[in-house]
């Protein structure tokens, strides 16, 4: 059985690979937990970014964090 660490990895890769469709899967989390918890939606935009940032690297061309690598470049 995979670990959480092998899953995170594979989700990484293929957002990657797929980075519209993983932006657009985080955006339909954040907008129905923005339904579900009005007047939170600063809170889920910002998670939404972070979320996006981990997934592709930070913006800016700013380093990603420690330990991090940044996605391949396409």
Do not use: I, R, T
């Not at 007047?39 to 997934?55: E, I, N, P």
């Amino acid at each position: 059985m995979a670990g959480l660490g092998d899953m995170v990895n594979k989700a990484k890769e293929w957002a990657g690979k797929n980075p519209d469709k993983a932006d657009g899967f985080v955006d339909k989390g954040s907008d129905a937990l923005k339904g579900k918890f009005a007047g939170h939606d600063q809170q889920f935009d910002s998670a939404s970014q972070k979320a996006k940032d981990y997934l592709h690297g930070p913006q800016g061309g700013q380093a990603p964090p420690p330990g991090e690598q940044p996605p391949p470049q396409q």
